[in-house]
């Protein structure tokens, strides 16, 4: 008997009918979820958000399915034994992405958005309108589309609905005009609510929000909703079912167990929680099904080589900064929710877009506070090791406008260098010419932000500094722990190398490890704001 073939977890198919019947790929059921959020009596509204290439536009081809009645593509899943309106009253579905709205300019949007609407009434065998605006041409054809409907409803599925932005958050002037016309646009979804059995918007941020959604109040936002947490994503559960035989040949061909695999596979792809009101978190699916692939079975950044996010690179641009410490970042729920392009923190982008999670959220402690969510605080963090080295390698070097392949040359000689013991040549020239790659127009005002490049630069490095380190007569601005040996750095601005030195040793930086086997190097470093950059670095043994 021939062996059965695993089906693989596919990452290029986002159709729904093309994915069940293929006899190669597999679904991981996400229909009894869908069946709870679609089969509520009233006209349903929703909006969510989620990263890129996290299976929304999948998630609304299934639900396409749903209402045009194709019951024969459910069998065997959860929607298939449930009364759902689909079975016996189909609904007229019109699906379209606003990734075919994201020209260069104004002009363009305008173009594509009305070759949009242009073809939903070619969908429908409706006549395309000679005069009219866009936004009006498309309350035109909701009303005439709903009209031809034998429910007298139709649905309607927006899939990217921020992407046009997209390319405008460092040109406001722009971004302004764009958005004015998608809220118009939006606006006919709102004022023609009645004949829209359900809408469902997607996006990766919020980004539009303050001035689409003022035309949209009728949406319901799922985006943080606890029920629909691991809609989108692969729960723990789903790892140690549906995937369970995919995990167990990745890891027959690491040589591994099965356990091991899966803690790694959790460590890299894992730990995206879409809701404060759950511990519930799902592993990346582009990721895991890249990684479960016949070219797969690394341990990488998938995620970022499918594309990196415009919207993350252009805001940091726009912003003239580089972020500060992601792995302890404190907010308030409602900076989260911020939404208006000119004024949006790139931390609050970062969480948006899926490379910061919430990993920890604090309740206050006063009586009078109990179950007011607005009083908690979240800590945020990179979700995973995927992430990490996508934010160190891909968008530092991408924003300081290293090729990639000197990018890569640099990256890996200072690597080598480090795990050789080989400190001087680091730290005298490539961190000089890493310093000397920053943007003209970032501040570089204080200590801290000199800092602030410096632990950057050196852990994109691989060296991986543990900042503020404790000694017993006060803390070292970063310490780098090896195998075979113990690097002690003090940072100074706009003083001396010496003087870095000279604070390194009259405070005991290093006594904690003489006397041990691994040698120990001290390095004394100094920014100068007059260079813009660092000068030589004094480095000596302790």
Same mark, same amino acid.
């Given at each position: ?17 093309t ?5 190669e ?14 089969r ?52 007229? *579905? ?46 035109k ?29 460092? @040109? ?22 009645? *004949?829209?059995?359900?809408?469902m918007?997607?996006?990766?941020t ?22 629909f ?28 167990d ?23 978190r ?12 016949p ?16 919207l ?5 641009k726009?912003?003239g ?42 309740h ?7 179950? *007011? ?24 070097s ?6 990639? @392949? ?19 040549? *680091? ?11 920053i ?24 060296? @991986? ?25 003090e ?23 003489k ?22 670095p004094?480095?000596?043994k302790?």
């Amino acid at each position: 008997m021939a062996k059965r073939r695993i089906q693989e977890l596919t990452t290029g198919v986002h159709d729904f009918p093309t994915l069940i019947n293929g006899k190669e790929t597999k679904y991981v059921d996400k229909t009894g979820i869908l069946y709870e959020l679609a089969r509520k009596e009233e006209d349903a509204q929703y909006f969510i958000s989620r990263p890129r290439r996290f299976g929304k536009s999948l998630m609304l081809s299934t639900i396409q399915a749903m209402f045009e009645g194709r019951r024969d593509l459910f069998k065997g899943l959860a929607i298939d034994k449930e009364d759902w309106e689909g079975w016996t009253a189909p609904t007229p *579905v019109y699906s379209f992405t606003m990734s075919n709205a994201n020209g260069d300019s104004y002009a363009e949007v305008k173009e594509q958005l009305g070759e949009i609407v242009d073809g939903l009434y070619e969908q429908a065998g409706l006549a395309i309108p000679s005069k009219g605006t866009i936004p009006g041409k498309f309350s035109k054809f909701l009303k005439a589309a709903a009209e031809l409907s034998p429910t007298k409803k139709i649905v309607v599925l927006v899939d990217e609905y921020d992407e046009p932005v997209a390319g405008f958050l460092d @040109d406001i002037g722009e971004l302004k005009r764009v958005r004015k016309l998608l809220h118009d646009f939006y606006e006919k979804l709102k004022i023609n609510s009645d *004949v829209i059995r359900f809408l469902m918007m997607t996006g990766v941020t919020k980004l539009t929000k303050l001035s689409v959604f003022s035309g949209l109040t009728h949406l319901t936002d799922l985006s943080d909703d606890a029920r629909f947490a691991t809609l989108l994503g692969y729960t723990h559960s789903e790892i140690d079912g549906a995937l369970r035989e995919n995990v167990e040949a990745l890891a027959k061909k690491l040589g591994q167990d099965f356990e091991s695999t899966r803690d790694k596979i959790l460590k890299w792809f894992d730990g995206y929680r879409f809701s404060p009101q759950t511990e519930a978190r799902v592993v990346n699916p582009v990721s895991l099904g890249k990684l479960f692939s016949p070219g797969g079975g690394v341990f990488k950044s998938y995620w970022e080589a499918t594309g990196g996010s415009t919207l993350i690179f252009n805001r940091i641009k726009a912003v003239g900064k580089m972020p500060d410490d992601l792995e302890n970042v404190r907010v308030r729920p409602i900076q989260l929710d911020v939404c208006d392009a000119e004024t949006l923190p790139i931390e609050a982008l970062l969480y948006q877009s899926g490379y910061l999670t919430i990993k920890e959220v604090f309740h206050s402690d006063k009586p009078e506070d109990k179950g *007011v969510a607005a009083t908690d605080t979240y800590r945020l963090a990179p979700p995973n090791e995927e992430i990490r080295h996508s934010l160190r390698d891909g968008y530092v070097s991408r924003i300081l406008g290293f090729p990639d @392949d000197s990018w890569e040359t640099l990256i890996d000689r200072a690597r080598r260098l480090i795990a050789a013991g080989d400190i001087r040549e *680091v730290v005298e020239t490539m961190l000089f010419s890493l310093y000397a790659q920053i943007p003209p127009d970032w501040r570089i005002a204080n200590e801290s932000e000199a800092k602030r490049y410096f632990q950057l630069f050196f852990a994109m490095l691989g060296a @991986d500094p543990a900042p503020e380190f404790p000694s017993a007569r006060g803390y070292a601005d970063a310490i780098v722990q090896r195998p075979d040996a113990v690097y002690v750095f003090e940072f100074k601005y706009d003083e001396s190398p010496e003087a870095a030195m000279r604070q390194i040793r009259e405070r005991g930086y290093a006594d904690k490890w003489k006397g041990g086997k691994r040698p120990v190097t001290l390095i004394g470093i100094n920014f100068s704001s007059k260079k813009r950059n660092i000068d030589i670095p004094i480095i000596e043994k302790a």
